[in-house]
T-cell receptor, first 116, second 113 residues
């Protein structure tokens, strides 16, 4: 079965550079979530999109922005990177947002970002 | 403030025995709970979920129990297998009408052959 695809899988950047992470949800899933997992930490919610509109916002820094496109894929743009941004970034998708909170989110393999 | 807590960072269990992983939460508005399994360098894999209207859900070797009055849920794995060795996260959602997941801190399970 098709899963959530994230690219790139690994990314190394220097401080103050920018990075773009991409997420391709499971087909027919229209809701995308982004999570950040620091070393030894639990995943923390960043932002979510439903039908190309931002649906919820968590602890996402102002230096980060994200959007969902017409094909439902999403991109997380990160600017002025800091050492503390080094983490695993997971994308998850679910089939729908509006109907119920009980729609399971399915996670991608993550992008490991290292900021030097 | 950690709304979802897993107080045991690690657990070792002999193969064939029962593994019990625990999770506590503080927000009574959560209405959906899940368990995810995570291997290194991979994303969390969905295992099992439970709605707040139930107190038990079973799927093969995995059973999740929910005690709403105690704000506690647990995952039972019977029988445990070496391939179950991974980090297990519990997650909760539904508070304040949002669907984002709040994760616990994870429990590393090691099943000994």
């Amino acid at each position: 079965a098709a899963g959530v695809i994230q690219s790139p899988r690994h990314l190394i950047k220097e401080k103050r550079e920018t990075a773009t992470l991409k997420c391709y949800p499971i087909p027919r899933h229209d809701t995308v979530y982004w999570y950040q997992q620091g070393p030894g930490q639990d995943p923390q919610f960043l932002i979510s999109f439903y039908e190309k509109m931002q649906s919820d916002k968590g602890s996402i820094p102002d230096r980060f922005s994200a959007q969902q496109f017409s094909d439902y894929h999403s991109e997380l743009n990160m600017s002025s990177l800091e050492l503390g941004d080094s983490a695993l970034y997971f994308c998850a998708s679910s089939p729908r947002l509006a109907e119920s909170s009980t729609d399971t989110q399915y996670f991608g393999p993550g992008t490991r970002l290292t900021v030097l | 403030d950690q709304q979802v807590k897993q107080n045991s960072p690690s657990l070792s269990v002999q193969e064939g025995r029962i593994s019990i992983l625990n999770c506590d939460y503080t927000n009574s508005m959560f209405d959906y709970f899940l368990w995810y399994k995570k291997y290194p360098a991979e994303g969390p894999t969905f295992l099992i979920s439970i709605s707040s209207i139930k107190d038990k859900n079973e799927d093969g070797r995995f059973t999740v129990f929910l005690n709403k009055s105690a704000k506690h849920l647990s995952l039972h794995i019977v029988p445990s297998q070496p391939g179950d060795s991974a980090v297990y996260f519990c997650a909760a959602s539904g508070a304040s009408g949002t669907y984002k997941y709040i994760f616990g801190t994870g429990t590393r399970l090691k099943v000994l052959a």
